[in-house]
Nanobody, 115 residues
């Protein structure tokens, strides 16, 4: 059974940093694209960032220059380093991992940016 487990998140002041981690497991085959969506308190949903197993990355315009996604293929793990966080980054961050074009989702850690 495929599982997607996230860690990280929490409360941080504006300008601070957080790192999210996400590990996919349960398949003897490699996972494809992995990344993060977020859902804001106003229920806006946005693809934050994604990375292919070849290392090609995408970012939402709102996080470019502040967030960095990386990946360890051997561990089926993706990381999201979030710097210079802003109150508008407050959201639930959902990790996803594709396996044979089927996305699998984590539970989503809460990130709150507030003074």
């Amino acid at each position: 059974q495929v599982r997607v487990m996230e860690s990280g998140g929490g409360l941080v002041q504006p300008g601070g940093s957080l790192r999210l981690s996400c590990r996919a497991s349960g398949s003897r085959f490699s996972f494809g694209t992995m990344g993060w969506y977020r859902r804001t308190p106003g229920d806006q949903r946005e693809l934050v960032s994604s990375i292919t197993n070849g290392g090609t990355t995408t970012y939402a315009d709102s996080v470019k220059g502040r967030f960095t996604i990386s990946r360890d293929n051997a561990k089926n793990t993706v990381y999201l380093q979030m710097n210079n966080l802003k109150p508008e980054d407050t959201a639930i961050y959902y990790c996803h991992a594709y396996l044979y074009s089927q996305p699998h989702w984590g539970q989503g850690p809460q990130v709150t940016v507030s003074s």
